[in-house]
Structures are given as C-alpha cells and as structure tokens.
C-alpha cells in the first residue's frame, strides 16, 4: 500500500510538472479570450439589470460573483500567454481585433457601475460599495496584467494600438474605482 501512494505522489508530481511546462498557443489565446468575451457580457448583464432603485442583495451578490469568476479567468489567460512565444502577425492581428471586440462591453460595464453606485449605496446591506471596489481593483489588476502579457508577444507594429486599447480600459478603471473610493 505504501508503494502504491509513493507511486501516486510521483505521478501526480510530474503531471503537474508537465502541466506547468506545455507551451500555449495563438489558439489558447483566443479560447481564453473567447471566454473573457462570455463573462464580460454576463457581467455587463447583470450591471445593467440592477435597478437605479430597489436593487436587491442577491442582485448585488450576482454581479460580485460574476466579477470573481471573471478575475478567475483573467488569471488564468495570464499564465496562458506568459507560456506562449511571441505571436505571428496573423496571430497578433486576429487576437486584438478578439481584445477590441470586448472593449465596448468593459466600458459600458464600468459606465454602468459608476451610474449605479448610488444605487448599491441604498442597499439595506451596507458593505456593497466597499465589495464592489474590492471587485473593480481585482478585476483591474488582472485587466492590466493580461494586457501587459498580450503586449509583451505581440508582434513590435502591434503594440502601440494594444497600449492605447489598454490605456482606454484602464482610464475607465480609474473612474470606477475613484467612484466606489
């Protein structure tokens, strides 16, 4: 039986070594980014149906969900592209027109929750503003780590348009933080 969890513990250890070792690719990218994309609408979704006025508590809570859930997933294209080698121009092109796709969304979900904050401030359940400023720093923190991993393999005549796509997003972060601050 020993023997049995020795060779377990070996095995899981080099499945995990071989998990961190794969290299990604342009394909990875875009999947992960084809999630981003989902989340980013469901929590745009969930910001736009909370009322100016007799919001509720699990209304708030959804939003604070799908905002941990999309920092999850940030975090997770982050290690994606940091294992991925500097992209094609095909490759690069592809993945930021998949990046500027997204961007009005991001925005409109920061407008939206800076329009609400007053709304959210109302709750019964005090602490909302403080959770949603937690949420806004977290999301914007893997915002900014993401687009600086895309950046960092991105073809060199890409990277001032994926700055100034990043300058745009993270420019509507400060006004969402500053307003839950």
């Known amino acids: 039986m020993v023997q049995i969890n020795r060779f377990l513990s070996v095995l899981s250890v080099a499945a995990v070594g071989l998990a961190l070792s794969v290299k990604r690719d342009a394909a990875t990218i875009e999947s992960d980014i084809a999630t981003i994309s989902s989340q980013v609408t469901t929590l745009d979704t969930a910001i736009d149906s909370f009322p100016s006025t007799g919001g509720t508590l699990l209304q708030a809570l959804t939003i604070h969900t799908d905002a941990t859930n999309l920092v999850t997933t940030l975090d997770k294209a982050v290690t994606d592209v940091e294992a991925t080698s500097t992209l094609s121009e095909t490759d690069g092109r592809t993945i930021l027109s998949d990046v500027e796709a997204i961007e009005p969304t991001i925005l409109d979900a920061l407008t939206n929750i800076v329009v609400k904050q007053p709304a959210f401030a109302a709750l019964p359940v005090g602490g909302i ?42 420019a509507a972060f400060a006004t969402a933080i500053a307003a839950y601050s």
């Open 129 to 170: 503003p403080a959770l949603i400023l937690v949420d806004l720093q977290n999301l914007n923190a893997s915002t900014v780590a993401f687009s600086s991993a895309l950046i960092s393999i991105s073809p060199a005549d890409l990277v001032a348009e994926a700055t100034q796509l990043t300058a745009n997003i993270t």
